[in-house]
């Protein structure tokens, strides 16, 4: 089946930094990528859709400004945590599809101390 | 009311029983119904893919969709250690977008 690669796994980060999440499809291309956000016991939460060249489309409540989504290939797609605080510690899943199936990669666990 | 709903469990088994993990939803205009298994920490996984009322069957698992109820199961037979992990039931429409449910954790314990 497809294959979906993000990284890193996990990064710990100080308050204030910037944390950069990739995720790749390995086999397939993919003009639209999904950002999610779980916290624990709780299901995915969509954040953003993410349109290979144009901009992402974001859900509400979720900021644009500080949740940054570059899509600048076909199969990549990045998420960039600007000035992370304590509250922005989650796990973020990201997903590509095909014409009929969702994959998600691997997820990330952001902790900002 | 959620457009999703599925009991967070833990649902607690013991090794070799049969498992029914269920979801209902309310949004008419869902017709692709997938299960997903994620294991802690990990990003979930695709287990069964649907988009007709009815059974399908891969292995030890069934899925099984009621679109006149509105309710979708995920039954898993001759239950192992190895499947303890959170199932997520998933449902779209036209576009793809999946509607996650919380999922349930299950637990098969020797």
């Known amino acids: 089946g497809a294959v979906v690669s993000q990284h890193p796994s996990r990064v710990i980060c100080k308050s204030g930094t910037s944390v950069k999440i990739e995720c790749r499809s390995l086999?397939?291309?993919?003009?639209?990528m999904f950002w999610y956000r779980q916290f624990p016991k709780q299901s995915l939460m969509l954040m953003a859709t993410s349109n290979e060249g144009s901009k992402a489309t974001y859900e509400q409540g979720v900021e644009k400004d500080k949740f940054l989504i570059n899509h600048a290939s076909l199969t990549l797609s990045t998420l960039t945590v600007t000035s992370a605080h304590p509250e922005d510690s989650s796990f973020y899943i990201c997903?590509?599809?095909?014409?009929?199936?969702?994959?998600f990669g691997q997820g990330t666990r952001l902790t900002v101390v | 009311q959620k457009e999703v709903e599925q009991d967070p469990g833990p649902l607690s088994v013991p090794e070799g029983a049969i498992v029914s993990l269920n979801c209902t939803y309310s949004n008419s205009a869902f017709q692709y119904f997938m299960w997903y298994r994620q294991y802690s920490r990990k990003g979930p996984e695709l287990l069964m893919y649907t988009y007709s009322s009815g059974n399908k069957e891969d292995g030890r698992f069934t899925a099984q969709v009621d679109k006149s109820s509105k309710y979708i199961s995920l039954f898993i037979r001759d239950s192992q250690p190895s499947d303890s992990a959170t199932y997520l039931c998933a449902l779209s429409g036209g576009s793809y977008i999946p509607t996650f449910g919380r999922g349930t954790s299950l637990i098969v314990h020797p």
């Open positions: 086999d397939f291309q993919a003009t639209t």
């Open positions: 997903s590509a599809v095909t014409v009929t199936e969702a994959f």
